[in-house]
């Protein structure tokens, strides 16, 4: 296998920080299902509908960070 | 190995596809990133499908059905009945001389049948050892995570009879 490439550190921290961002959303949108998922089989429907633009806006958030992660890793490779 | 270790300049089908076994479990942030962001895009489907399903279910129309005779339940005494459908046990309860309530018998927790006692005066259910206000449904103790779905009883004449069901 080659040599590693030379990475930027400020990049790599950067990354990991979108990374751990990424996992902090997730752990928000789990709890966000099971509640959702508790109130619809408790007869609450009104919560339904703002949960699930929450949980498409946090997904949304995620797919950001993730691709600037990539970019980020793919520029940090050069 | 480490899993942070630094990434080569190798294409990716080389990395996927590496000499060393070793190297095939090396995850890269890029790959880390993609399956969380699947994770999320996973919860917000489910997030969509509980909304969808919300739309779906309509309040439906409850039958009228009679399940007991004024008087043909002892004071403290029960009878079981299913409502609304043959699949739905329910419980009613003869609290007092003059006061009946029934709850589905489906305990919120796990579908246990849940069972009145006289004694403590609860609807329990003996598999975790939930129990159930009998005056209005409501979690006591133990696991349940919701009240018992209450139905609605109404008095015609000398019939008790089931006209809906009310969550709590």
Redesign the interface.
């Given at each position: 296998?080659?040599?590693?490439?030379p990475?930027h550190k400020n990049d790599l921290v950067v990354?990991?920080a979108?990374?751990a961002l990424?996992?902090t959303?997730?752990v928000v949108?789990?709890w966000?299902?099971s509640a959702?998922?508790?109130a619809?089989?408790?007869?609450h429907?009104r919560v339904?509908?703002p949960?699930?633009v929450v949980?498409?806006v946090?997904?949304l958030a995620?797919?950001g960070?993730?691709l600037f992660?990539?970019r980020g890793?793919?520029r940090s490779?050069l | 190995m480490s899993v942070w270790?630094?990434?080569?300049?190798?294409p990716l089908w080389r990395e996927e596809f590496?000499?060393?076994t070793e190297?095939e479990r090396y995850v890269?942030?890029?790959q880390?990133?993609?399956f969380?962001?699947l994770?999320?895009?996973g919860?917000?489907v489910?997030?969509?499908w509980?909304?969808v399903?919300?739309w779906i279910?309509r309040p439906s129309a409850y039958p009228s059905v009679s399940v007991a005779r004024i008087g043909e339940v002892a004071v403290g005494g029960v009878k079981l009945f299913t409502y609304p459908t043959p699949n739905d046990p329910c419980i009613l309860v003869r609290t007092a001389e003059d006061a009946y309530v029934a709850y589905s018998q489906v305990c919120t927790h796990l579908s246990c049948a849940v069972y009145f006692s006289a004694k403590t005066r609860r609807l329990e259910c003996p598999c975790h050892n939930g129990s159930f206000s009998v005056a209005d449904g409501s979690v006591i103790a133990g696991p349940p995570?919701?009240p018992l779905p209450k139905v609605v009883l109404e008095r015609r004449g000398a019939d008790l009879v089931a006209t809906g069901m009310e969550?709590?």
């Open positions: 296998m080659a040599e590693p490439a990475r990354i990991d979108a990374l990424i996992a959303l997730l949108q789990m966000l299902l959702t998922l508790e619809y089989l408790s007869g429907d339904v509908l949960a699930a949980s498409a946090i997904f995620c797919l960070l993730s992660a990539g890793d793919e490779r | 270790r630094q990434p080569s300049r190798d590496p000499v060393h190297d890269t942030r890029r880390f990133a993609k969380l962001t994770t999320s895009l919860m917000a489910g997030n969509g509980i909304l399903r919300s279910r995570p919701r969550s709590a």
